[in-house]
């Protein structure tokens, strides 16, 4: 009778388990990364903007588009696509911690683009670079 009870126990366990895996792909297909910004789009801040939802949902693309052309490395796709992961599992992610998450995309999305940066690492911005 306990082996019995222990097995039904195990079992559900294994089939909550994998219900868990298959909500949450982890493959590198750009159908389940759009799944996952549209999931991640849904838990941001309510205080935010309709321009500062686009702003986000832009940089979401952006990092898409630059994942289908090859230009973003496989270990730096796989760290945006778990911290999605994560903050999805979470349920929420406050406005400083999306600052945080926009800007360090916004970083490995361009930071191997030669066109993206100035020799140097200058700024080529008139707001951040008063002097360029």
Known sequence: MRRGII???VFLALIIATIGLLQFP????????????REF???LPDQLTDAQRDEVSGILERFAIMVSEGKVE???QELIRG???AYIRGGEISKRELEYFMAKVSYITYRADPEANLPGGEIDHPL???ES
């Open 83 to 85: 911290d999605l992961i």
């Open 128 to 130: 951040l670079n008063p």
């Open 74 to 76: 496989k270990t730096d």
């Open 41 to 43: 789009l849904s838990l």
């Open 26 to 37: 982890t493959g590198s297909d750009s159908t389940s990364f759009e799944k996952l910004s």
């Open 7 to 9: 097995f039904v126990v």
